[in-house]
């Protein structure tokens, strides 16, 4: 169990805010995958559609 995975599971943190987390091509220094977001919040990860 990582870090995320507690902080989330005890509360620390939601959903919405654990998104800042991902790593993505807007985010490239983000500290964990689209998958592990998944995995840990049983929600996919949608990257926001650019306007």
Known sequence: MNFWQI????K????????I????EANPFGEITPEQYKEITKQDFET???A
Not at 21 to 24: D, H, L, M, W, Y
């Open 7 to 10: 902080a989330f599971i005890s």
């Open 12 to 19: 620390w943190v939601t959903a919405a805010q654990l998104r």
């Open 21 to 24: 987390a991902v790593k993505t």
């Open 48 to 50: 926001q559609a650019k």
